[in-house]
Structures are given as structure tokens and as C-alpha cells.
């Protein structure tokens, strides 16, 4: 011996809770002498390593949505990168949008004119089925990490469980039955409910995982998430007043 140690830090993406923190530790104790992990910052620092990156992802890949990345050095230029990187941490959310307003919009030519009281509730539709989808994906994972700032699953955990089945009645909901007053005010409920939520966690700068696409996708919470739910709140209340 030396007398050397070699230590070297990961950013980390994928954690949600203690759990996540002790999986990435266990799995990556088997590549180093000794391993430390934290949630906040999302960091993994291996001493005496025996594996590079690439092989420390491929073992992390086996157990959940873990991922590492090497450090950026501070003196590295960032201006570029962060408007890039901005588009590329949200293009799943960026896409499934886009995906239901480009089939929204088809309906609406096919039916030979836009109708906004028919465009809305089947966007709606859209965004509950297709986002109760991805969180159902992975219902454990996605519970774990809404109860990290839903103020009710922090409390209640089973309405972590529940909530991508609501979201999956309210699409097919909007989808069978369209502007309903009942869909709409429950909507509303939901949506507005979970912002209050989001607002808390982000005026803390919280560094939490954005559950919208459940575990599935690493997307940080951010303003984008607040729009996000404040849209389908609006456009709730909007149809409710309107058909009142």
C-alpha cells in the first residue's frame, strides 16, 4: 500500500427518498472500498473505485432509474449549455404536449372547424391518459416521489397509489362523456390542490424529482411543473364557468 486513496464523485439523478439513497449505496458498494451517497445534493463519492462510469450505470440500470455523471468544473463555460440543457431535461414533458395538441388539433380538422368546448375536454382527456400511463409505470416509484411535496401523500401515502388511477378516471372521463360540470370541478380540485403543493416545494428550492411523468423520466421540479398544473386547473374552471 501507498498509502494513496483514490476518491472520486458522481452527480447522481433518480433519487427520490432514503430508500433510493441506500439502493445506489448498496449497489455501488461493490465497486469500492467505501461509498458515500446523499440525497441533497445528489451525490455518490466512491473511494478506491474498481469500475469506471459506464460499468457503475450498467449496475445501477439493475436496480431502479439511476444514473451518474461526472462533475462539471466550475471554471467550465455554462451559458451555452444551460438554455440547451433546459429543452433536453424537459423534452419528454416538451413532446408528450406537443404529441396531444398535434392529435387534439387532427380531431378538430377532421371534424371541419375548431369548437374550444370540444378541443379542451379532449386535450384533457389526453393529458390524464397519457400521463396516468407513465405514472403507472412504475406506481411505487411514482408514489415515493410525490409524497416527497404533494402535501397530502406527504401525509396520507395511499393517495400516492391512488392518484394516477383518478387521473386515469378523469381521462376516460373526458374522453366518454366530454364537458361535464362534475369532471371539471373535480379537476379543478385535483389540479389546484396538487400546485399548492408544487409552489411550497419549489419557494423552498426544494432539489426534488417533478413526479408528472412518474419515475420514469429524471424531470427537477421547477416553475415548469407549477404552469403545468395551473394550466389544467385554469382550463377546468374556465369550462365550469362557462358551461354554468
Known amino acids: ?3 494513496i486513496t483514490k476518491k472520486i464523485s458522481y452527480q447522481v439523478t433518480g433519487m427520490t427518498c432514503g430508500g433510493c439513497v441506500k439502493r445506489v449505496q ?5 465497486y469500492a472500498s467505501h461509498v458515500d451517497v446523499s440525497l441533497d445534493p445528489a451525490l455518490a463519492t466512491l473511494h478506491q473505485p474498481n469500475a469506471n462510469i459506464d460499468e457503475l450505470n450498467q449496475a445501477l440500470s439493475q436496480v431502479g432509474h439511476y444514473t451518474l455523471s461526472t462533475i462539471a468544473s466550475p471554471t467550465a463555460p455554462t451559458t451555452s449549455i444551460e438554455s440547451s440543457s433546459w429543452f433536453s431535461t424537459y423534452r419528454p414533458l416538451l413532446l408528450v404536449f406537443a404529441y396531444i395538441l398535434l392529435v387534439c388539433s387532427a380531431v378538430e380538422g377532421v371534424a371541419g372547424g375548431f369548437v374550444l368546448h370540444r378541443f379542451m375536454p379532449n386535450f384533457m382527456a389526453g393529458f390524464f391518459l397519457a400521463f396516468s400511463f407513465f405514472k403507472l409505470l412504475d406506481l411505487p416509484g411514482f408514489a415515493s416521489s410525490y409524497a416527497m411535496y404533494d402535501v397530502l401523500a406527504k401525509r ?3 393517495y400516492g397509489y391512488a392518484y394516477p388511477f383518478i387521473e386515469l378516471s378523469l381521462g376516460i372521463g373526458y374522453l366518454i362523456q366530454g364537458d361535464s360540470r362534475l369532471f371539471n370541478l373535480v379537476t379543478f380540485i385535483v389540479m389546484a390542490f396538487s400546485t399548492l403543493g408544487v409552489l411550497i416545494a419549489v419557494s423552498n428550492r426544494q432539489k426534488i424529482r417533478c413526479a408528472c411523468l412518474g419515475a420514469v423520466f429524471n424531470l427537477p421540479m421547477s416553475t415548469v411543473t407549477i404552469i403545468e398544473d395551473l394550466l389544467m386547473a385554469g382550463m377546468a374552471l374556465w369550462m365550469l364557468v362557462s358551461i354554468g
Not at 448498496?26 to 461493490?30: D, F, I, K, P, V
Open 1 to 3: 500500500m501507498n498509502g
Open 26 to 30: 448498496a449497489t455501488l458498494s461493490q
Open 156 to 158: 396520507v401515502p395511499q
